[in-house]
């Protein structure tokens, strides 16, 4: 029996899901993060729910394609929003100089530019 097949080795995505549910360290969402967020989950809500709509209408692929590029976009902005509270909630408060924030703004930017563009 291989290492592997007795589960010795965990992979990069399990190690990952486990630190995301470590009790230890818990960052909260400022009411406006909450807000700005829940906009989004809106937004993601409407676009399905319009996409629900045509396939019960038979409506043509190229127009339902077009709706699921709008839900893959709003989960992106999404996903930045929630990404961006947790690092000002998170590493920002435990980095305060002004490099440190320097440097957090150019990730922020980073990471939209690479999530938008998915």
Avoid: W, Y
């Amino acid at each position: 029996m291989s290492r592997r097949s007795r589960g010795r080795t965990k992979t990069r995505a399990g190690a990952l899901l486990h630190a995301a549910r470590s009790p230890s360290v818990q960052v909260h969402l400022t009411p406006e993060q909450e807000r700005a967020l829940d906009a989004h989950l809106a937004r993601i809500e409407g676009h399905l729910a319009a996409v629900r709509r045509m396939l019960a209408e038979h409506q043509d692929c190229n127009s339902l394609l077009v709706q699921l590029a709008a839900v893959k976009a709003a989960l992106n902005q999404a996903i930045v929003a929630l990404l961006e509270g947790h690092m000002e909630a998170c590493i920002i408060a435990c980095a305060m100089d002004e490099e440190s924030q320097a440097a957090f703004a150019g990730l922020k930017e980073a990471m939209a530019i690479v999530l938008r563009k998915q």
